[in-house]
């Protein structure tokens, strides 16, 4: 299992997003995400792979 974590910067640049538009899909449940201490986002290879899929289908 790939247990990468990126950055919201990394996922704005795979997604081709603003990295405002990764955290409004974080904060709307849309793309899961792993929370470190105060703010801090990390998003897991699989779970943007996942949210990817969810899109084109």
Known sequence: MDDRLWTVAKVAEFLEISEWSVN??????KL????????????RHAD???FVESCVA
């Open 32 to 43: 899961r995400c792993v929370l470190l201490g105060g703010r801090s986002r990390r998003f």
């Open 24 to 29: 409004r899909l974080a904060r709307e449940r």
């Open 48 to 50: 943007v792979m996942e």
